[in-house]
C-alpha cells in the first residue's frame, strides 16, 4: 500500500477533527495516523480493504493451480 507523506496525522488531531481527517482520505487516499510521532494507524475506505482481499484471494486461487500443475505427478501419486 502506498500512502502519501502529506497524509500523516497526529492521533490528537484525527480525535478533534475526524470528519477533517475523513474528507482527506476521500480526496487523497489512506491517512497514517501517528502516535508519539510513530505511524500506529491507518484510515483507509471501506472499499478499498475489500478490494485488497478480492486481489488475495484471486492470488491464491493462482498460486494453487500454479502448484497443481507443477506437481501433478505428486498428487496423482499420493491419490493411489
Known amino acids: 500500500m502506498k500512502v502519501n507523506?502529506?497524509?500523516l496525522v497526529s492521533i490528537t488531531e484525527a480525535n478533534q477533527n475526524f470528519s477533517?481527517?475523513?474528507r482527506k482520505v476521500d480526496e487523497?487516499?489512506?491517512?497514517?495516523?501517528?502516535k508519539n510521532?510513530?505511524?500506529?494507524y491507518i484510515l483507509l475506505e471501506f472499499s478499498s480493504v475489500e478490494h485488497e482481499q478480492?486481489?488475495?484471494?484471486?492470488d491464491l486461487i493462482e498460486i494453487s493451480q500454479r502448484l497443481?500443475?507443477?506437481n501433478r505427478?505428486?498428487?496423482t501419486e499420493l491419490a493411489k
Open 37 to 40: 510521532n510513530e505511524p500506529k
Open 20 to 22: 477533517k481527517v475523513a
Open 68 to 70: 497443481i500443475s507443477q
Open 5 to 7: 507523506t502529506k497524509n
Open 73 to 75: 505427478e505428486a498428487y
Open 54 to 58: 478480492e486481489a488475495t484471494e484471486k
Open 28 to 34: 487523497d487516499g489512506p491517512v497514517v495516523i501517528l
